[in-house]
């Protein structure tokens, strides 16, 4: 076999071990430690005891949420990244975390989670972050063609145009309803509704699968837009169906997760230093590694100043940025010392 | 009659401040041909007519006497590889960006190449002397190596046909004669029809058996060198004033230019005399 199929074997295993560890790690972690072997034996017991109840309704939902987001987010985050062939682009830049914020801020303000149930959140959230996406795509497909790069402004500019509005939604309300919003767009992995939690999950791993019937595409646009025509690439099909696919997934998680920032754009940076730009592995990979990513910023996030609970987001943005600045500078020094 | 490899037919395409019109063009299969013509004449909205880049208004492009417009993109990528002048795949090794010329062949369900894809992109760096550095990155290249790497990647397509645009612009002689020496080499033994764009008249008359002259969107000449590199040509289309001699090594007609200065004393001398 190829020596490089045997290396992306390597770094599935330790991306699965890492996973799981994280898992184990999140389930014995909180205001009531538990033994790593114990939660076997706890959840193998059944429904009688305490522990039982704290692991499968407060922690095993939490970690499941946690994997299909922060995968979701990893993965739309590598696939925009792909398509624009811009490192900078994350699914927030395209306005779709100010649209679901708009949707939200909008739900919030007109007390529809009061009139209908707390549901109409998420739901409106989605809404908003559809609409977004629908119009970002609209007005730069006009004539059939995608622009790249014009449809990169018009993302900027409606997120703009969204959470400026969202803003003028906050300035005008009441200080309850001020506090609801600002609660919501923070982000957190804390989602009672279990049906949710399944919905989000079934769209990470369907959306996972599906990128990868794209996998050809992608690498052969590492070329360029023109040389992957060349190969006999359908890039015009390929960008507008990987741009959906990608907002849908960042929309889902911001509906139900809130606004957590720098998963998608630190992650798949991260993966290209480690496993290199290949799709077939960067993919899976990507997404791995932003459930663990995840999972382990959720621990922080509830055990720093328990028992109370920072939002998900800080962490993320604070410990994310961190570990990318050091990743940089040290592949800066190697590619420098190779150099020269 | 040897079959032609491409034939195009009464073409109309273009942008709106620049079209060509009724381009008639017909290469033999096995041909080694070069488009040359003065910057602005239409030679690159030539290429991209036919690599399909560019839409064309009216007329036919034929490919192995097959409409290339009907062809899907796979069945394109198959019969036409494309070298284009810039090459941009930084972070990626030369072994890897030399398979992505196997890319038409697979399915959309097939993410592994098979040994078979890895034997035949092995030939072709063999055979363009990529091999060696297989594993190094596509950006730690000089510019000479990465064209050789481009090349290698487009016969990995397997193509009827190779199109080149300006290979040996930025490189120096050694390597301009190298790579054309190869593309020479590869058209004799694998009997590959070769069209390249190309601005140096003397590479182009020495390399090529058919030369197209492009002038303001439309075709000057088209012929053997001997037949396009007359200075009169040379004149209408460039005007520049040139000679054209044979090359004292191949026979071959060679263009020689003297600078104004130079041309003013010769004017001098001859209306003294």
């Not at chain 1, 769209?203 to 837009?225: D, H, I, K, T």
């Not at chain 1, 999972?295 to 100043?305: G, P, Q, W």
């Not at chain 2, 058996?209 to 969107?217: A, E």
């Not at chain 2, 004033?241 to 600078?259: E, I, R, W």
């Amino acid at each position: 076999m190829q020596k490089k199929y045997l290396q992306w074997i390597v770094y599935l295993s330790g991306l699965m071990v890492l996973l799981a560890a994280s898992v184990v790690l999140s389930l014995s972690v909180g205001e009531m430690n538990l033994g790593f072997m114990d939660i076997f034996k706890i959840l193998r017991e059944g429904n009688t005891s305490m522990e039982y109840t704290i692991l499968s309704q407060i922690r095993l939902p939490r970690v499941l949420l946690g994997i299909a987001v922060g995968g979701s987010l990893s993965l739309s985050g590598i696939l925009l990244q792909g398509v624009y062939r811009n490192p900078l682009v994350e699914p927030y830049t395209l306005g779709i975390s100010g649209g679901a914020s708009l949707g939200v801020a909008f739900a919030i303000v007109f007390g529809l989670h009061q009139l209908i149930g707390s549901f109409i959140l998420p739901a409106s959230g989605f809404i908003g972050a559809f609409l977004i996406i629908f119009l970002v795509y609209t007005i730069s497909s006009r004539s059939g063609r995608i622009n790249i790069q014009s449809m990169l402004l018009t993302g900027v500019m409606v997120s703009f145009i969204a959470s400026s509005s969202m803003m003028l939604l906050m300035a005008t309300t009441n200080s309850e309803n001020l506090h609801g919003i600002i609660f919501w767009i923070m982000g957190s992995l804390d989602e009672p509704d279990m049906s949710l939690i399944y919905i989000t999950m079934v769209m990470a791993f369907a959306s996972l699968v599906a990128s990868y019937f794209f996998v050809q595409p992608l690498n052969a646009l590492r070329l360029g837009e023109e040389k992957a025509k060349h190969l006999g690439i359908n890039t015009d099909t390929t960008i507008k169906l990987l741009f959906l696919l990608a907002s849908l997934l960042a929309g889902v998680c911001v509906a139900v997760a809130g606004v957590i920032g720098f998963v998608g754009l630190i992650i798949p940076h991260l993966m290209r230093l480690l496993v290199g730009s290949d799709y077939r592995i960067l993919l899976v990979s990507s997404f791995l590694s932003g459930s663990i990513f995840l999972v382990l910023s959720d621990i922080i996030a509830r055990t720093i100043i328990s028992p109370n609970e920072l939002p998900i987001g800080v962490i993320t943005g604070i410990v994310g940025g961190i570990v990318f600045l050091i990743m940089m500078s040290r592949s800066t020094v190697r590619s420098l010392k190779t150099n020269g | 009659m040897i079959p032609n490899i491409l034939s195009i037919q009464s073409l109309c395409c273009g942008y709106p401040k620049f079209q060509l019109s009724n381009i008639k063009i017909d290469i033999p299969k096995g041909s080694f041909a070069g488009i040359i013509g003065p910057n602005g004449s239409g030679k690159t909205t030539l290429f991209r007519a036919i690599t399909g880049t560019l839409g064309i208004q009216s007329g036919k492009i034929l490919l192995n006497e097959q409409n290339l417009r009907k062809l899907s993109p796979r069945l394109r990528a198959q019969n036409i590889a494309i070298v284009s002048q810039f090459i941009e795949a930084g972070d990626m090794s030369v072994e890897d960006y030399v398979l992505m010329g196997r890319i038409p062949y697979h399915s959309r369900f097939s993410f592994f190449e098979g040994e078979e894809d890895f034997e035949i992109a092995q030939k072709y760096m063999e055979m363009t002397d990529t091999w060696r550095f297989k594993d190094r990155l596509m950006s730690e290249l000089s510019g000479g190596e990465q064209q050789l790497a481009a090349i290698a990647r487009a016969l990995t397509q397997q193509p009827h046909l190779l199109l080149l645009d300006e290979p040996t612009s930025h490189l120096d002689i050694t390597h301009q004669v190298h790579i054309l020496n190869v593309l020479q080499q590869l058209n004799q033994d694998m009997g590959l029809s070769v069209l390249m764009v190309i601005h140096d008249l003397n590479l182009a008359s020495e390399y090529c058996d058919q030369l197209i002259l492009v002038n303001q969107g439309k075709i000057h000449i088209q012929g053997t060198p001997e037949e396009v590199l007359t200075f009169q040509h040379i004149e209408d289309v460039y005007k520049t004033v040139v000679v054209t001699q044979s090359n004292p090594l191949s026979g071959k007609p060679a263009v020689f230019l003297a600078s104004r200065k130079v041309l003013k004393e010769i004017r001098e001398k001859l209306s003294n005399s």
